[in-house]
C-alpha cells in the first residue's frame, strides 16, 4: 500500500516541514544580536521556550489522548501564526520591547511545540493499518527526512539570501529591478516568509481527519482528574519499561547538545569566518545529504539493535564536538562538524521508530509528549548552562560574554560534557538492571 493512500500520514509529512522548516533558522543567533539583545539574553529567552515547553507538553499529550489528536495539532498551527505575528511585529533600537516581544514570542512558540508534540505523531501512526505499522512508519519517517531535506533546502537559501541586503540587492538587479534593500528591511523578510508558511501549516492541520468514540460526558474537574491519572499511569510506565526509560534517557542526553550547537550554528560560522550570504548554502549542503541518508535510517533500523544504532550515532557525534571544540577556519571547518547536523535526523528517527513499537495507542500521545518533556527540559537546563559557562569563561579572559574567542573557549568543553553525560546515563541503566528489575508487566509493554 502506498503511504500516498495515508491521509493523514501525508499530512503530517506536510505539517512538519512547514512547522520546522524556517526561514529565519539560518540567521537564528544573528537575528536576536542584530535586534539588539546580548547572548546572554539570548540563552535566557530560550531557557523561557522549554519552559513553557516543559509545563505544556505533558498535560497537552494527556489531552490529546482522552478528547482527540487533531484539536491539539490546530492548536498548535494556531499557535505558530500567533508565534509569527509577533517576531514580524518586532522594532529596532528598543531594547526593552524587543526583549519583552522576544519573550512572547518564545512563549508562544513553545506552547505551539507542546501541542504538536506527540499528538502529531500519534495521530499518524494510528491512522495507519494496525497490521503494517512497524513497516509503514519506518518509511512514513523516511518520506518525512526527505521533505524535511528539501524544505530546508528553499528555507535555508531563502532566508540567509534575503536576510544579507547587499545579496538581495545584487539579486533585484540582475532581475531587473532597480531597489535598494535596507537591513531593516531584509531583518524582516525571514519572518514575514515565516508568517506566510504558518498559515500554511494551519490549513494543512484543519485539513486532518479523525476517528475516534464520542467522548463520555463527564465533570471538569472529573475531567481534569482522569487526565492526571493517564498522566500518572503513563509516566509509571515509561518508569518500569527499561527499553522506554533507555530512549527517553538517551534522547535527552544527545538532543541536548546537539540541539545547543545547531542553536548557536550560525555564531560558529561567524567563528571560522564564513560570511553570512553563505549561510544558506551551508543549510543547503545539509539538507542535501539529509535526502541521500533517509533510505540509511530505514536500513540501520532493519539490520541493525537500538543499542548498536545509538552506540555508533553516539561516537558520531563526539566526533563532531571534537571538530567544533578546535574550528578549522573556513570551510574545512564547516566540513568537519557534518556528522552533528546529521545525528539530529538520525536521533529523531530512531526515537520515533523504537518508542512508537512499544507504546499503547491508547496513551501514545502522553508517552510521546513525555519524550518531548524531557528533551525540551534537558534542552533549556543546557541552555541555560550554555549561558553561565560563556559568562564564567568571558570573566576568567576579561572580555565580554559576546566576544568570539569566549565562545571559541567555551566549545572545549562540550565534547567532554557529553562523554560525561552518555557515561552518567550508562551507568544509571546499568544500575536499574539490577536494583530494578523489569516486572512481568513492564516485559509486556516493551514487547507490545
Not at 509516566?235 to 540541539?259: C, M, N, P
Amino acid at each position: 500500500m502506498r503511504m500516498s493512500e495515508h491521509h493523514n500520514a501525508r499530512l503530517f509529512v506536510w505539517f512538519r516541514i512547514l512547522f520546522n522548516c524556517r526561514f529565519y533558522y539560518p540567521v537564528f543567533t544573528v537575528l536576536f544580536l542584530d535586534l539588539g539583545l546580548s547572548i546572554g539574553e539570548f540563552a535566557t529567552l530560550n531557557v523561557v521556550w522549554a519552559l513553557t515547553s516543559v509545563v505544556l507538553e505533558v498535560p497537552s499529550g494527556a489531552l490529546a489522548d482522552r478528547f482527540g489528536r487533531r484539536p491539539l495539532v490546530i492548536a498548535a498551527g494556531v499557535l505558530m501564526v500567533l508565534e509569527m505575528g509577533v517576531l514580524c511585529a518586532m522594532p529596532q533600537g528598543r531594547h526593552d520591547l524587543v526583549l519583552w516581544l522576544f519573550a512572547l514570542n518564545r512563549v508562544l512558540s513553545g506552547a505551539a511545540e507542546a501541542c504538536a508534540s506527540g499528538a502529531d505523531e500519534a495521530l499518524a501512526y494510528d491512522s495507519l493499518p494496525e497490521a503494517q505499522r512497524k513497516t509503514l512508519w519506518p518509511r512514513v519517517m523516511a518520506n518525512l527526512s526527505r521533505g524535511m531535506a528539501l524544505g530546508f533546502v528553499v528555507s535555508s537559501i531563502t532566508g540567509s539570501v534575503v536576510y544579507d541586503h547587499h545579496t538581495l540587492t545584487s539579486l533585484l538587479g540582475f532581475l531587473g529591478l532597480e531597489m535598494t534593500v535596507t537591513k531593516e528591511v531584509a531583518i524582516k523578510l525571514p519572518t514575514l516568509l515565516c508568517l506566510g508558511t504558518a498559515l500554511a501549516c494551519l490549513a494543512v492541520t484543519l485539513r486532518m481527519s479523525e476517528q475516534r468514540a464520542q467522548p463520555v460526558k463527564t465533570a471538569f474537574w472529573h475531567s481534569v482528574g482522569e487526565t492526571w491519572r493517564s498522566i500518572l499511569q503513563t509516566g509509571g510506565w515509561i518508569w518500569r519499561t527499561r527499553a522506554a526509560f533507555a530512549l527517553i534517557v538517551f534522547g535527552l542526553v544527545f538532543d541536548s547538545v546537539i540541539r545547543l550547537f545547531l542553536t548557536v550554528a550560525s555564531n560558529f560560522y561567524r567563528l571560522v569566518g564564513i560570511e553570512e550570504v553563505w549561510y544558506g548554502v551551508i543549510g543547503t549542503g545539509v539538507s542535501l545529504l539529509g535526502l541521500v541518508t533517509a533510505g540509511l535510517m530505514e536500513k540501520s533500523a532493519k539490520m541493525m539493535s537500538a543499542r548498536q544504532n545509538f552506540a555508533w550515532l553516539a561516537v558520531a557525534v563526539f566526533a563532531g564536538l571534537m571538530a567544533a571544540a578546535h574550528p578549522q577556519a573556513g570551510w574545512t571547518g564547516i566540513a568537519l562538524v557534518v556528522p552533528l547536523f546529521m545525528s539530529m535526523r538520525f536521533l529523531q528517527f530512531f526515537l520515533s521508530h523504537y518508542l512508537n513499537e512499544i507504546v499503547d495507542s491508547e496513551q501514545r500521545a502522553t508517552a510521546l509528549s513525555f519524550r518531548g518533556l524531557t528533551i525540551n527540559l534537558a534542552y533549556g537546563l543546557t541552555t541555560l548552562l550554555f549561558g553561565w559557562q560563556t559568562r564564567w569563561t568571558g570573566d576568567r579572559l576579561n572580555l565580554g560574554a559576546d566576544d568570539p574567542q569566549v565562545f571559541a573557549t567555551a566549545l572545549r568543553a562540550w565534547p567532554w560534557w557529553f562523554a560525561f553525560l552518555l557515561l552518567v546515563a550508562g551507568g544509571w541503566m546499568a544500575l536499574r538492571r539490577f536494583s530494578m528489575p523489569t516486572d512481568e508487566r513492564s516485559r509486556a509493554g516493551a514487547r507490545h
